[in-house]
C-alpha cells in the first residue's frame, strides 16, 4: 500500500489557476500509474487525468484537455495537476490515486490506494 497526501486546493475565479499536488509514500512510487480523479457535489467520481509509471504516457478527460496537465517527480514521489482556465463546473474535490499495475488507467477500480482528497472551488 501506498499512501497519498493531496494539497494545492482553494477557492479560484473562473479562468484561473491552481496547481496540486500529491505526496506518495513509499520507496516503489517510481513504479506505480498514478491519476487524478474528481467528484462533485451529488454526482460520482470521474476521471480527470493519468500518467504511467515513467510519465511517458498521459491521458485527459476530454472537459480538461487543453486546460489540466498531470506530471511527475518519480525523485520526489510527487505527481501535480496543473490547471488552468478553470470553470465553475470544475468546481469538485480531486483525489490523487495510485494503479500499483504503473499504467495510466482511466478506471477508477484500477486504482488502489487513494488520497483524502482537496477542494477546488471555481467561482464565476
Known amino acids: 500500500q501506498v499512501q497519498l497526501v493531496e494539497s494545492g486546493g482553494g477557492l479560484v475565479q473562473a479562468g484561473g489557476s491552481l496547481r496540486l499536488s500529491c505526496a506518495a509514500s513509499g520507496r516503489t512510487f517510481s513504479s506505480y500509474g498514478m491519476g487524478w480523479f474528481r467528484q462533485a457535489p451529488g454526482k460520482e467520481r470521474e476521471f480527470v487525468a493519468a500518467i504511467s509509471w515513467s510519465g511517458r504516457s498521459t491521458y485527459y478527460a476530454d472537459f480538461v484537455k487543453g486546460r489540466f496537465t498531470i506530471s511527475r517527480d518519480n525523485a520526489k514521489h510527487t505527481v501535480s495537476l496543473q490547471m488552468n482556465s478553470l470553470k465553475p463546473e470544475d468546481t469538485a474535490v480531486y483525489y490523487c490515486?495510485?494503479?500499483?499495475?504503473?499504467?495510466?488507467?482511466?478506471?477508477?477500480?484500477?486504482?488502489?490506494?487513494w488520497g483524502q482528497g482537496t477542494q477546488v472551488t471555481v467561482s464565476s
Open positions: 490515486a495510485a494503479d500499483l499495475w504503473g499504467t495510466a488507467s482511466l478506471s477508477l477500480g484500477d486504482y488502489s490506494s
